[in-house]
């Protein structure tokens, strides 16, 4: 069967890296299913690859994408015969730039008549989230939180799953037009990086006491500031490096990047009682991938009860894939954005 990509030919800006072309699928598997796909979401990560800069991403050419929605058309022997002709969303390790997608059959949550538009933000971004604020470790009723790129896909999603702890949580935005939106989400105060420092605003309104935890999608610089507003008993969770793709210098910019973050040794981390988490949600999902579906699956149940707000981002047809990257590597989008085909 004969479908088309997106494929990732070469890096750089979007306009010359992208080429649609037709492809042959595979064989499907025993325990797979085929994908009509309706949209396809995208990630930072997506950025990152696109600029080589990604380290997981498959050879030239490829196809990135990480999660899609679209109907179930066929179905391996071993798959259960009443997922044929649902509506999925699910998750794929690459390949979700395309029309058609293979992908194992527990990789995915029945949506109904759930639009793709709400459904795509549940799915690495949700699930990345809940992966951090459920499965990490404790958090208590009380505790001080600090989330970056509070408006983004992860980010509001971290705000909403804290408040149902009753974490009072820190939003750090880069643009005054995302502060309603995350204090409507649920966040206490709101940090606007480019007008003031965030590690001194946030000092300066905790008056002496420390966060309890930060959820950082940016790394470098950012890095030992974290640790800084951390206390004892405080964790630093890493499931990002996108300062590393402002860089305009190659691998200058990396040495820069590792510069900025320093060296902690595990003996300092130990003597201040302080945690580095580093998440990435592609190796959880090879080697639990039940803990990711049960994230979709609960996502799915907080947006039919009401309990999940989806943050409205933008959506942009195939035909402006290229206008769809530039717009989530400009910092200014919110929420979740998602391409559909046709």
């Not at 299913?33 to 080589?52: C, P, Q, S, T």
């Not at 999608?217 to 950012?222: D, F, K, L, N, Q």
Request: proline content about 3%; some cysteine; overall charge positive.
């Amino acid at each position: 069967m004969k479908s088309h990509a997106f494929f990732l030919t070469k890096f750089g800006n979007p306009e010359v890296a992208f080429e649609l072309r037709e492809f042959d699928l595979p064989a499907l598997g025993n325990y797979q299913i085929l994908i009509e796909v309706e949209a396809f979401g995208l990630n930072f990560a997506d950025v990152m690859a696109r600029k080589g800069l990604y380290r997981e991403a498959p050879p030239l050419p490829c196809v990135l994408g990480y999660e899609v929605v679209g109907r179930v058309k066929q179905i391996g022997s071993q798959v259960d015969q009443g997922l044929l002709n649902k509506r999925v969303l699910s998750f794929c390790r690459f390949g979700g730039y395309a029309k058609h997608v293979i992908v194992e059959n527990n990789a995915c949550v029945e949506i109904g008549e759930i639009s793709a538009h709400d459904a795509l933000p549940l799915g690495t971004q949700g699930s990345t989230a809940y992966y951090m604020v459920e499965y990490l470790f404790k958090i208590r009723k009380g505790e001080k939180a600090l989330v970056h790129a509070a408006a983004g896909g992860v980010g509001n999603i971290i705000i909403q799953l804290l408040k149902r702890k009753e974490v009072y949580t820190f939003a750090k935005i880069g643009d005054d037009s995302k502060e309603n939106a995350v204090l409507n989400l649920g966040a206490n105060e709101v940090i606007n990086y480019n007008t003031e420092d965030y590690a001194s605003a946030i000092q300066k309104k905790l008056n002496g006491l420390k966060l309890d935890m930060s959820f950082n999608p940016a790394a470098g610089s950012t890095y030992k500031k974290d640790l800084s507003l951390i206390g004892s008993g405080g964790k630093l969770v890493l499931f990002g490096a996108s300062e590393l793709a402002k860089g305009k210098w190659g691998f200058f910019s990396k040495l820069n990047f590792v510069k900025k973050m320093g060296f902690a040794p595990p003996i300092a981390l130990m003597m201040q009682s302080k945690g580095v988490f580093g998440v990435n949600m592609l190796r959880i999902a090879e080697s639990h991938p039940e803990i990711f579906k049960e994230a979709m699956t609960e996502l799915v149940n907080l947006y039919k009860t009401g309990e999940l707000k989806i943050l409205a981002g933008k959506q942009f047809p195939h035909t402006a894939l290229n206008e769809a990257h530039n717009c989530l590597e400009s910092g200014k989008s919110i929420g979740k954005i998602s391409v559909f085909w046709d």
